[in-house]
């Protein structure tokens, strides 16, 4: 089978060193098994995202030498496709309205999992016409999740299962506005693309059963995941686009791309001391026995 990877950011704003990271790690677990490569825009919330911020991060992967081999088409303008997914899991009754506010989907006296996870009850589930049609303000449409386990093993995390129908609950599709969701748009944007390893970070690994439904629905086959683990300042943040001093703005006034993927490759594990590197010449020293499972620490020290 041939391997085709993908790198799939939100063009909100600068990259910073979580993105990088989970680029680069998507980038070479690829090309080190002799695969593509392509690159996509995930900008369906059009109000935070711009084409501005997408060039830079194109820019930005070219400085770093992480090459592509195509570009899908960006998801703002594939609400027509989203639509016939939606319609076909609308038409075997697998989706329903959800009237639910915010305020009350947050509350204290709302299902929540030991770790703060919100579980979605089914609130809605089985409103009736009558009880539907006393609303005056739109729904969000939430998908009706069987329950059943769902395991897989990661690629950086290992192995991982999740019950939807405890864990998470039936969840959202489409919300009010008409805005489809990460999940469904993830899901068919990976499956019609061929993806067959979806590579980021950690913080999405929780997301992945939900996806892997979707992927079973619509008949696509399920790729390999690997979830990388989270960058943390020593302090125990997370290194976000709110550091903007670590953005790739800052970052390359500041020092050659090689110093920048020595540090990080370093600090994950995949080279045994901090020097500079290219992307490429990380290719043949890229295995995932090597990569870290557990959060990175990195000094923003290193980085001066």
């Not at 002799?34 to 919330?45: A, K, N, P, W």
């Not at 979707?214 to 696509?220: A, I, P, Q, S, V």
């Not at 295995?287 to 020290?301: F, G, H």
């Amino acid at each position: 089978m041939t391997v085709l990877g993908r790198f799939a950011p939100t063009p909100s704003g600068r990259m910073h060193l979580g993105n990088v990271f989970a680029a680069l790690v998507a980038w070479l677990s690829a090309r080190s098994q002799g695969g593509g490569f392509v690159l996509r825009m995930e900008d369906l919330d059009t109000l935070r995202t711009s084409d501005v911020y997408a060039q830079a991060i194109r820019e930005d992967l070219r400085w770093l030498g992480l090459t592509w081999d195509s570009e899908t088409e960006p998801q703002s303008l594939r609400g027509p496709v989203y639509d016939r997914y939606f319609d076909a899991l609308s038409a075997r009754g697998l989706l329903y309205p959800c009237y639910c506010t915010r305020s009350l989907l947050h509350s204290p006296n709302a299902p929540h999992l030991s770790d703060g996870t919100y579980v979605y009850p089914g609130t809605c589930r089985d409103l009736t016409a009558a009880q539907r049609g006393s609303y005056r303000r739109a729904p969000a449409w939430r998908l009706r999740v069987p329950d059943r386990v769902f395991r897989f093993t990661d690629l950086a995390q290992g192995e991982y299962r999740q019950n939807l129908t405890t864990d998470c609950g039936d969840f959202v599709v489409r919300r009010a506005d008409g805005v489809y969701v990460y999940q469904l748009a993830v899901t068919v944007d990976d499956g019609e693309t061929g993806v067959t390893e979806v590579v980021r970070g950690a913080d999405l690994l929780s997301s992945t059963p939900r996806q892997m439904y979707l992927r079973e629905l619509f008949g696509f086959p399920q790729p390999r995941y690997g979830h990388v683990p989270m960058l943390l300042a020593p302090d125990g943040r997370r290194l976000s686009k709110r550091d903007r001093d670590l953005d790739l703005g800052a970052l390359r006034r500041r020092m050659p791309a090689e110093t920048l993927l020595g540090t990080l490759a370093y600090a994950a594990g995949m080279i045994d001391r901090r020097e500079p590197v290219s992307a490429r010449e990380l290719i043949g020293e890229f295995t995932w026995d090597r990569l870290r499972r557990e959060a990175v620490t990195l000094d923003p020290a290193l980085l001066e």
